[in-house]
């Protein structure tokens, strides 16, 4: 859906994007020429209005006071949209609680592991009767929770191990959420989503002790902001998540979160290590500040910038989550694929950090500057 | 963070929450995983369909329903061992008194009025509790910590007041929308379905009839012979028609302003539709009344659509006639409703009809309900971030880690790259009249106001009190009660119509009054000054009261009411210290730079202070002034 309406914006009006000088601006966006923005909006409203079939009276009673945030052609947009997700813990479970609400299409869960004492821990979705959960999947348990809370969204259960998926079954989304997953199955499933000829956004979300991490790739795209009077069309290119932390540390602008630079060392830890996402303990610490140590060498950073501290928060907390922060980058992560689906409002590009000891909830842009991304 | 210390200090603490709404939903839910074990809750309100797309607790199954008892088995469902004791009833009920407020560690808010929220207030300073205060529009939200004695109270800082609008300009000279809508929710609406008792400004200003002579023949009233349709285009004619006549016949008004059209029933309606009109509700409207709708016969189905100034004159003769036809037994005890949809149907469809008349555009349906509705935004997410940082600071609360309390605001757009901003929490007022006990100033005529119009328009309406007792001196004037015996009672009724310099005990100038309510056990003294004249657009109350931070006047729109105002704060604002290992970038980057920056984070965060988000669902738009002889004098002269 988001594609077919980006596909209207640009070809069919024969319009030529002018990449102005915005290029070598942090965020690289890109301003059509303005007076050009008023025939692009009209051409694609009248669009919208002729594809986009009308709310139903059913729909705009249960969405009245989201359709007064985002109006009913976002609302619309949404009610098409197919989503993805995968790693069925809090946060993903907050997640999904929040698309739900908002009204998307549908929804796919993937997750084969079953329930544990931990899974029910941070996951409202699970009831806590034994009876419930032994012997069904994660993903069947929030599942049956889901469906519940809006008839509307289709919610279902896709069994598999998602790395081996293949490009074909990515294309049926328009947008993927993948959370406690390897740093190769990240790269791996952020690949296959750039491969295919529409664009899907992709997302990576992590909560580890009362720290959370957002990532998203967006590909190549385009959104508008009304400024004042006028509405000026903005345009963003993201990096894949192997590109954006492929960026030399000391290349990074100077105040980048630490969580930024700890998560990678703790992500490298579990990847040289061959452990399971989270699959840390306190003992684990001596190991992470030598790989910490290394890493900042070889990028030249001072240590000072991964705190041993922060470090070691991270690895005491190990798969647990704070049901707190949970919601809360649950909620942030909802708003994000709220905005790359319906068009709008202004993504993020293309980390955010949050961690509650400082209560900052930051975003940082991690591309490479040199080569436009 | 989640040590042993801070599972203990959770597991221990006894909270109480205040709302079970979109906040609410949220904030049980989180609670609840977060190792919270005794949690009350209490909300008045039952679950409406419109509350389903974000208070996630709640099925359509549950539509009527206690929304606190219906939380709580829902939280039951995942956490069962834990203990949730729900009370459907209004937080300003006498029995939610200081003692009840004093069994709990820490109060948690999630309200949607102002009201409400100035009442937690008082009865957590009154009881010694800290209070954690939250609000949500659209994708802006705030929480803010209030612990008595260390950081402000709810009331320290000025908010925004509900927005009221000159009485002529409701009347006469309408130049937006919202001056249609208020027209026609609360005069036209209110003459025709309402009490008809009440004063009502509808035709003061386009019938000098009413203040020379006896009332001749009630305009409004239906005659004996007439039928429904007849009676709905003269009632069309004359405030659409004749009015605006009447109203262009005084030159002056329309010197600098547009000049209105008057419209007449039969100049947008010909004879043929209207006789349509008269034909279609036997085949459509049901016995119901709650689900009346004259939308429905006419063929008009979508609510963003916006009608034509015929189709909305259809509209308002069906919605007049389907009251009188359907609902006869409910018309002259009405109000208002934004969940009735014939009530809304009404009102958007003469606050169309009027605005096309003063060259205003006309609106949906959809956008009209939203405003004569006060229809506050609201997503899931907002609610689900800002009760996972009520969580955080409750958390904080409760292990009692003063240095670290932060007032956080949840952006639309990042500022220095933030979309979550913490603050650090400002020190009390210290003329705040209600947590520093400072003597408040009001300016009033003695000779004319009554005690009955300081009650409303200073004691109720501005200082938030339910339960009030006035005394000047030891001698008690006034004073609200279950158990006064009946000479008392007779007496404060007599007072109430006094006005304030022949009291038994007069106030007049330099006299100081006591005000207390002994339910928020909240005291304040208020000296009296006397004035003669007040100015009628700027000081409609016909009293100014003074020495507290004044409200700032809300924008017009909801989702402006955020963004809009100056800041009268003198309050200077800290933003959160970097933690100790930024010290490097410290050196690095020079001090200049870092303090530069510091203050344009104050200068940010000044811009969102003065902006308290208010999700109030009710009183943001309401028709102020002309209920008091004194104002209406200031007004003829």
Not at chain 2, 206 to 218: F, G, K, L, N
Not at chain 2, 577 to 588: A, F, G, H, L, T
């Amino acid at each position: 859906m988001v594609k077919s309406w980006r596909q209207h914006l640009l070809p069919e009006t024969g319009l030529k994007l002018i990449v102005s000088a915005a290029d070598q601006q942090p965020n690289s966006r890109c301003l059509l020429s303005r007076n050009k923005i008023s025939m692009i909006s009209k051409f694609s409203s009248l669009r919208l209005g002729m594809d986009g079939e009308e709310l139903t009276e059913q729909e705009t009673a249960l969405y009245d006071r989201q359709i007064r945030v985002w109006g009913a052609d976002a609302q619309r947009r949404l009610s098409k949209a197919r989503i993805l997700v995968y790693g069925m813990k809090g946060t993903v479970a907050e997640f999904c609680k929040n698309i739900v609400l908002a009204g998307v299409g549908s929804l796919t869960l993937v997750d084969d592991r079953v329930a544990t004492e931990e899974a029910l821990s941070s996951n409202f979705l699970i009831p806590s009767d034994e009876k419930v959960y032994v012997g069904k999947t994660l993903a069947e348990l929030c599942c049956d929770s889901l469906k519940d809370f809006n008839p509307m969204v289709r919610v279902s259960v896709e069994k598999g191990n998602l790395s081996s998926f293949g490009v074909e079954f990515f294309e049926k989304f328009d947008a993927v959420v993948v959370s406690c997953v390897s740093l190769a199955a990240k790269k791996l499933i952020n690949d296959k989503c750039r491969k295919l000829s529409k664009r899907i956004a992709f997302y990576t979300v992590d909560c580890r002790d009362s720290c959370g991490e957002i990532f998203v790739d967006l590909q190549d795209y385009r959104y508008s902001k009304k400024k004042l009077e006028e509405t000026v069309e903005y345009r963003l290119y993201y990096p894949t998540f192997e590109e954006a932390i492929s960026v030399p540390w000391r290349l990074l602008p100077r105040k980048v979160s630490k969580l930024y630079f700890a998560m990678r060392v703790i992500e490298k830890f579990e990847e040289t290590e061959g452990r399971n996402p989270g699959e840390v303990s306190i003992a684990d610490l001596p190991g992470v500040l030598k790989l910490k140590q290394d890493l900042c060498t070889v990028h030249s950073l001072n240590e000072s910038h991964v705190p041993d501290t922060l470090l070691e928060r991270l690895v005491a907390a190990s798969t647990r989550e704070f049901p707190p922060v949970c919601a809360i980058v649950g909620g942030i992560l909802g708003q994000e694929v709220i905005k790359a689906i319906s068009g709008k409002g202004e993504p993020f590009k293309n980390f955010f950090f949050y961690d509650a000891m400082d209560g900052k909830g930051i975003i940082e842009d991690v591309s490479d500057s040199n080569n436009g991304r | 963070m989640a040590s042993q210390l801070q599972l203990s200090a959770v597991k221990g603490a006894k909270v109480l929450m205040v709302g079970a709404g979109g906040i609410g939903c949220e904030l049980l839910k989180t609670l609840a995983l977060s190792g919270f074990q005794d949690i009350h809750i209490i909300d008045m309100d039952t679950i409406e369909v419109s509350n389903l797309n974000r208070q996630f607790l709640f099925r359509q199954s549950h539509v009527g329903q206690s929304k606190a008892k219906v939380a709580r088995d829902a939280v039951l469902k995942f956490r069962p061992q834990i203990n949730i004791i729900p009370y459907h009833a209004n937080v300003k009920d006498p029995d939610f008194n200081v003692d009840f407020f004093k069994q709990f560690n820490v109060v948690l808010n999630g309200l949607d009025n102002l009201d409400a929220r100035r009442h937690v207030n008082r009865l957590c300073l009154a009881a010694n509790v800290p209070l954690v205060e939250s609000g949500t529009t659209g994708f802006l939200g705030q929480v803010t910590v209030h612990v008595k004695g260390r950081t402000e109270c709810y009331e320290c800082q000025p908010k925004p007041a509900p927005k009221t609008y000159p009485v002529c300009t409701i009347t006469s000279t309408p130049s937006k929308f919202v001056h249609c809508i208020v027209w026609a929710k609360d005069l036209l609406f209110s003459k025709l379905f309402g009490d008809r008792n009440q004063e009502n400004d509808l035709n003061t200003r386009s019938s000098d009839a009413a203040s020379s002579s006896e009332p001749v023949e009630d305009v409004f009233e239906r005659r004996k012979d007439e039928d429904i349709e007849q009676y709905g285009r003269r009632i069309f004619d004359h405030v659409f028609g004749y009015n605006i006549e009447l109203a262009l016949s005084n030159e002056e008004t329309w010197k600098n302003r547009n000049r209105p059209r008057p419209i007449y029933s039969k100049d947008v309606i010909s004879d043929e539709l209207a006789q349509q009109n008269g034909n279609m509700d036997r085949n459509f409207a049901t016995d119901d009344g709650s689900s009346v709708s004259a939308m429905v016969p006419l063929g008009m189905k979508n609510p963003q659509d916006i009608w034509s100034l015929t189709e909305n004159s259809r509209l308002f003769l069906e919605a007049l006639k389907l009251f009188f036809t359907k609902r006869e037994k409910e018309i002259g005890n009405l109000s208002f409703d934004k969940d009735d949809q014939l009530a809304v149907e009404f009102v958007t469809s003469a606050a169309n009809i009027r605005a096309a008349s003063f060259g205003i555009p006309l609106h949906s349906l959809f956008e009209a309900k939203g405003i004569a509705g006060n229809i506050v935004h609201a997503v899931a997410t907002t609610n689900a971030v800002i009760a996972g940082l009520i969580v955080i600071e409750a958390i904080k609360v409760l292990q009692n880690d003063v240095k670290n309390y932060r007032m956080t605001y949840c952006l639309e757009h990042p500022s220095k790259k933030m979309l979550l901003m913490p603050v650090e929490p400002f020190e009390p007022n210290k003329s705040c009249y209600v947590c520093s006990e400072t003597p408040l100033l009001l300016e009033i005529n003695t000779q004319r106001s009554k005690l009955k119009d300081f009650v409303e328009k200073i004691v109720r309406a501005k200082l938030g009190m339910n339960f009030p007792l006035i005394m000047q001196g030891s001698a008690l004037l006034y004073e609200v009660g279950d158990d006064l015996d009946e000479d008392m009672v007779a007496n404060y009724a007599a007072n109430l119509e006094k006005v304030l310099a022949e009291l038994p005990s007069p106030v007049t100038g330099g006299t100081m009054l006591t005000v207390e309510d002994l339910q928020q056990e909240f005291s304040c003294n208020i000296n009296i000054k006397h004035r003669e004249e007040f100015d009628e657009e700027k000081e409609p109350d016909g009293m100014l009261l003074s020495g507290w931070t004044q409200p700032l006047p809300a924008a017009e729109k909801a989702d402006k009411s955020i963004t809009n105002g100056a800041s009268t704060s003198k309050t200077p604002i800290i933003p959160v210290e970097p933690e100790k290992d930024d010290e490097i970038d410290k050196v690095s980057t020079g001090k200049k730079r870092k303090l530069s920056e510091s203050s344009e984070i104050a200068e940010e965060t000044r811009n969102h202070k003065q902006l308290q988000l208010i999700d109030d669902e009710d009183d943001l738009v309401m028709l102020d002034g002309g209920d008091s002889d004194s104002y209406k004098k200031n007004r003829l002269q």
